[in-house]
């Protein structure tokens, strides 16, 4: 365990993470809005391929130069992807910008798809290239094993998911203020109940500010004590009565729980 512990350290030390030369806009917003662009410099754009067209399908972090963390729910074996790195519209060219295909898919073992309240909602992807780090191409920070975050942390969700329940996705990356709502009161009866795992961690629920279809797999931005900003969730599922469903947050793959699996996933592949 030891070699691989240090292997995730060098990586993280190699490249520098968590700090975007561009600094995003961090007002309290109370809906979502264009991010300052290139302002999340990890966030990237999973595209599938359908009638010769590429579309957007989920995001995802950029971890390591060759390694993309994103949700299990993303990934389905039959279909062709690639990753865009260095996006901020998804619709026009952007110097800068590069796609890139996958090398490999790694789902973690105990998903199921069918039950999704299960958990270990979490893929990697490794990529054919590595990447070229630029003021648009950053590492995200992965926490500290087991970190939890107090009740109503100041994060950020972003994304290019549907802009309302059933609306279309949005062209420019959107972001929004999400404190984070603590494993007591988001498993409460009214809220997620048993549904919800220690594994997990809740986002929102004011029944304003939610992630959608589109901003599963993409990160919850959240700024530790030294100022670098970590990803400490992957978007995961939301309620089927809608994205914005008030007592019913995001509900997000608790990244910190899954430090061991990341790194001997990028270790062993």
């Known amino acids: 365990m030891i070699p691989i512990v240090l292997a995730s350290v060098l990586i993280a030390c190699a490249f520098g993470c968590g700090t975007p030369p561009i600094e995003p806009l ?28 590429w579309r957007h399908t989920c995001g995802g972090s950029l971890i390591a ?27 026009e060219t952007e110097e800068g910008s590069q796609a890139i295909i996958p090398e490999k898919l790694v789902v973690h073992e105990k998903w199921n798809p069918i039950f999704v309240a299960f958990g270990n909602d979490i893929a990697l992807i490794k990529l054919s290239e590595h990447v070229t780090l ?9 926490p500290a094993a087991g970190t939890v975050l107090d009740n ?23 972001q929004a203020l999400m404190p984070v ?29 939610a992630g959608c279809n589109g901003d599963s797999g993409g990160p919850l931005n959240c700024k530790n004590p030294e100022g670098v900003w970590e990803v400490h969730g992957i978007a995961s599922f939301v309620s089927g009565l809608g994205c914005n469903y008030v007592k019913k947050p995001t509900v997000f793959t608790r990244v910190s729980n899954f430090n061991d699996w990341i790194d001997q996933a990028m270790m062993s592949n």
């Open 26 to 53: 961090t007002t309290r917003v109370v809906n979502g809005v264009d991010a300052k662009p290139h302002s999340w410099p990890w966030q990237i754009s999973l595209q599938y391929e359908r009638d010769g067209e």
């Open 65 to 91: 130069s060759n390694w993309v963390m994103t949700a299990a729910h993303c990934i389905n074996p039959s279909l062709s992807y690639r990753v865009f790195v260095g996006k901020h519209n998804l619709v």
């Open 134 to 142: 630029t003021d648009h191409v950053q590492l995200g920070c992965i």
């Open 152 to 174: 109503q942390y100041p994060c950020y969700i972003t994304g290019w998911g549907r802009v309302y329940t059933g609306g279309p996705i949005a062209d420019n990356l959107q």
């Open 181 to 209: 709502v603590d494993h007591a009161t988001c498993s409460k009866p009214d809220w997620w109940g048993i549904a919800l795992r220690t594994t997990m961690v809740c986002a929102g629920g004011d029944g304003i500010v």
